[in-house]
């Protein structure tokens, strides 16, 4: 039977290799899938609540292929892997260790030299590193976690709302996300902010 996967705009399909690396073979629907990763997904917020966190902890390239290994590593063989293919979204493969190595660097300077306030801090490096595209799939969902780690590790402020909403599913507050995202595409980050809080 295998893994039939639907696609809502934004996200980024995996490649049939890519699929192949489906721990639990019972599953074959996406709404299977969304449940089961978010069920991971939630350890891993627990994995992070005792933590305490430093910038230059947080903002590793080890750290962030930990974290989406503990998000998605009883779902994928591949979590914590950065992917080896060209995506419709995304660096080439291949360049995605240098970029992200850039990113990391422009954060902890933003966060030493105060360049931004700190909702716009941790805002912007979820958009770039959504940008990047490190992984074959939970690049959003990801992102979305490191902004938290970042505002309430980093700058001990409370948790981004992101909605309120289940931004996997289809529905106006996603397409409300993805209008936010195309905007900051643009260069213009204060709709992702604003709704990062609404």
Known sequence: MGLELSYNDGQTPLNDEEKEGLRIVTITT????????????????????????????ILT?????????????????????????????????????????????????WIYNKTYEPDETAIRFKHRLVSIHCFPNGNGRHSRLIADVIIEKIFKKTLFTWGQSNLSNTNPIRIQYIKALKTADLGNVLPLILFSRQ
């Open 61 to 109: 390239e080890k750290f962030l292929k930990d974290l989406h290994y503990k998000m998605y590593a009883k779902t994928w063989k591949w979590a914590g892997e950065f992917r080896k293919t060209e995506k419709n979204i995304g660096v080439n493969y291949w360049k995605i260790s240098t970029e992200l190595k850039i990113l990391l660097d422009d954060c902890l300077f």
């Open 30 to 57: 996406t709404e299977e899938l969304n449940e089961f990763e978010q069920q991971n997904i939630e350890e891993a917020m627990l994995w992070l609540v005792s933590k305490k966190l430093k910038p230059e902890v």
